[in-house]
């Protein structure tokens, strides 16, 4: 696997953070496919590395992911340098849309791209859910995989449970529970 | 205001949130309720701007500091919400070093699954708010499908996306969702 260098790394972060609608899981989901399945900068295990601590860590999960993959790819650098182009673009863009919001807003055009851009950030949240999802689907994990998947799922969207909760006890439930041999 | 207060006080509601607009509350009740330095309105257009534009849901709070002080609030919002990402590095030097560990490993596995489940949980709400006429449901379809089975680049499928909307909406075969 080739690291990249700090110049590529910034060039991925920089498009794909700033140009993703949908929110951030959408934008992971879009960093995750473009790092892992078509550059090969890292693998499932060291993207998922990434992922789980960020998903734990408190605030933004998107600018701790970046943070996090910078870091394994190219050091301090590295996460300096994801975390400052993921984040300025977008800030900027949201300082220019909030001084202008009430006439872009009303704006039959912006609207339209907009509406277009978000039914696309669902198909890329699906997209994620089955790259995440897919690694783990063969044996001897799949059951192990469907009890936590119909578990958190449960415990998110049924009981409303708090994110932080329901995957720090996925964590301490995989931390505990070996898997079957082969 | 002071541009350390500002800082300090969207600082406090990052780190008390995990996800999105978890933090909502804690910021609607300094800003709006407390201190009276933000209306409801002002909140909720940020909420709307955060969510119109790309990256992450939680960049409203760059727009709640530019409402409180103008650009030095927004660049306190900037602060505030990428500092907490450096407490990630801390975590990943040591989960490095127990990466062999197969309880480790296996833990990190059940993370990734259990926050796919959580997305999942998450996209049903975006996707009723989204997907509100069939060429809409159409589009986040071949966008599934581009993603899923092409190397396309996602900047492309997603200006495809706007685009295509664009053009169905100016050509009078798609209504804008209310």
Redesign the interface.
Known sequence: MAKPSVRELSGVFLRIGNFTFGGGSATTAALQREIVERRRWYDTLQFGLCYALARVTPGTNLFAFSAASGWLLRGWQGALAALLVVSIPSCVLVCVVTVGFDSWSRNRFFEAAIAGALAASVGALLASFWLLVRPYLDRPYIFQTMLILAGSIALSFLAGWSPIVVLLLAGIAGFFWKEPTK | MNFLVIYLLLLKA???????L?ALPIVRNDFVVKRHLLTDHQLN??L?????????????L??VG??VAG?PG?IA??LA?????????P??LF??RK?DD???????????????????????P??I???RNAP??V??????????FT?W???W??????????A???AGW?S??V
């Open positions: 990052t780190l008390s949130s995990f996800s999105g978890a257009t940020a709307v701007v955060g969510r119109s534009t790309p990256g992450p849901k939680g960049l409203y760059v727009a530019y409402f650009v927004a919002g900037w919400v990428v500092t907490p990402a450096v407490l990630v590095i975590l990943l989960a490095r990466i197969p309880r480790v490993k296996r833990a990190l596995r059940a993370i990734v699954v259990a926050s796919a489940g959580v997305s999942l949980s998450a996209t049903l975006l996707s708010d989204a997907l809409l449901c589009i986040a379809a071949l966008s599934l499908v581009l993603l899923i190397t680049d996602t900047l499928v997603m200006l495809g996306a706007a685009l295509t909307s664009l169905l909406v100016l798609m804008l969702p």
